[in-house]
């Protein structure tokens, strides 16, 4: 099949590699012609398991290239993916022009049947805004174009995004027309070949549910974080617990693991979004507003734990392990990291920061402070620190050398924010140790804030 994706972020790049790796042949358009240019030469902009490989084997064999001519990708692929950004406005609802800047030059050029399948997450009607740009241009060039509209968000994990293409566990597609439902379910035979993962449904419900997957996981995390807040305040161990009630088949272990926050590109923002859309139609949505006020307070606890240690933190060094809102990906947007930098930095602290993949975009996002400095090593980063704080639950940092660690700190004491520490032996290698609702009787340090 002959495919166009408009944007070459995260979504649109794994996308169209993806599709061609199946054998299509794909024209992945953007705007940015330095990005265009640099993915023409072989540089990958963003760091995603796996990815650069199939987009280095597909832009050989021919089946994927690159441009910034939105009129040569409008002519080459009957099926029109929009995978652009959009971005929160001010008030936390999805800014659409984008999306809708891209349907009216696809409307502007489509010279034959073109299907318009929207892969960007988008509020619940967004559908019904592109059909209507897409008909404005075509009107304005006075020609009689047919086109169909289709909703077919993504559910890509960043760190695992190609994995999840590949091999997912539904394709949800939204159309209003059985010719667009035969071209989608054409265009992911491929990847339902023990069993049809797809489901079909009609657009305004493909478009809530991309928004209801991510918030009831938002929500899961947020409501485990509440319990280990409380785990703190009575002396009870949250790790216990959560194998405890993971046991229970309808609440599982995916997603209820104590932390510090969730960050990232998705659920931060598709709370805030779905949340708008309601507030507009006049709902109050009060459990999905209570999983952003959680979250924005457990981010602080790392900075709390550190603050009631010390006291006064105004010319501590404090290492930090981890930079990117999750392991395999260099992705810092509204990382927990970033908020306890900032905090630290408030309070006059410094900060000495490892990451395997995120220093680069440490380094775009803060620039050059004698505050800051990045290092080559987990090792290098705790050297004369006063506390080490584990953000990011990289696997490089799951088994480190306390005793040589403890060597190199002014003070052993260890703030472990995603509870990947047996707290007992890390104390006996002479950590204070404080986890994420953690209680004395695991070893960890007594201090509730």
């Known amino acids: 099949m002959r495919i166009t994706i408009f944007g070459t972020g995260y979504v649109g790049l794994v996308t169209g590699a993806c599709l061609a790796q199946s054998g299509n042949h794909v024209v992945c358009v953007d705007i940015d012609e330095a990005k265009i240019a ?3 030469q072989g540089e990958i902009p963003i760091f995603e398991p796996g990815l650069e490989q199939i987009v280095h084997d597909n832009v050989r064999a021919g089946r994927l290239r690159f441009t910034t001519d939105a009129a040569e990708a409008v002519a080459h692929g009957t099926l029109q993916f929009i995978a652009v950004g959009t971005p929160p406005d001010e008030d936390g609802s999805a800014d659409l022009q984008y999306v809708l800047k891209v349907a009216a030059t696809i409307g502007a050029h489509m010279d034959d049947y073109r299907l318009v399948i929207t892969k960007s997450t988008v509020p619940v009607g967004t559908a019904d805004k592109v059909r209507d740009a897409l008909a404005e241009a075509v009107r304005q060039r006075g020609v009689d174009v047919e086109f169909d509209v289709a909703s077919n968000p993504e559910f890509l994990k960043e760190g695992a995004a190609v994995e999840d293409f590949m091999k997912p566990d539904r394709v949800v597609v939204g159309v209003d027309s059985d010719r667009a439902a035969e071209h989608l379910r054409a265009l992911y035979a491929p990847f339902n070949r ?3 993962r797809t489901i079909v449904m009609d657009i305004r419900s493909a478009e809530l549910t991309k928004y209801a997957a991510n918030i009831v996981l938002a929500t899961k995390i947020s409501l485990m974080n509440e319990l280990s807040q ?8 949250i790790e216990q617990v959560r194998k405890a009630i993971g046991a229970d088949h309808r609440i599982g272990y995916h997603f209820i693991y104590p932390g510090c926050g969730f960050g ?5 923002k598709d709370v805030r979004a779905l949340a ?4 507009k139609l ?9 999983v952003e006020r959680v979250n924005d307070r457990q981010k602080q606890v790392l900075f709390d734990k550190l603050a009631a240690h010390f006291g006064d933190l105004a010319g501590k060094t404090i290492a930090i392990w981890g930079l990117a809102f999750k392991p395999n990906t260099d992705d810092m947007r509204e990382a927990p990291s970033c908020t306890l930098m900032e905090a630290l930095w408030a309070a006059g602290a410094s900060v000495r920061a490892y990451d395997p993949e995120a220093m680069k975009e440490t380094r775009r996002i803060y620039g ?3 505050d800051l400095t990045l290092c080559d090593t987990a090792e290098q980063a705790v050297e004369d620190a006063d506390a080490l704080v584990l953000v990011t639950e990289w696997h490089i940092f799951r088994t480190p050398d306390f005793a040589d660690i403890a060597q190199r700190m002014r003070e052993p004491v260890l703030v472990d924010g995603r509870n990947i520490y047996k707290p007992s032996y890390v104390a006996q290698a002479g950590f204070t140790y404080y986890g994420i609702g953690r209680s004395a009787a695991s070893g960890a340090t007594r201090h509730v804030v």
Do not use: K, M, W
């Not at 990232?264 to 931060?268: A, E, I, K, L, V």
């Not at 006049?282 to 209570?290: C, K, L, R, V």
């Open 264 to 268: 990232g590109s998705c659920f931060p």
């Open 276 to 279: 708008q859309t309601a507030g």
């Open 368 to 370: 050059e402070r004698d």
């Open 194 to 196: 023990q069993h049809d």
């Open 282 to 290: 006049g709902y109050d949505t009060e459990i999905i507003n209570a």
């Open 230 to 237: 409380v785990a703190d305040r009575v002396d009870a161990d």
């Open 38 to 40: 640099r993915l023409t």
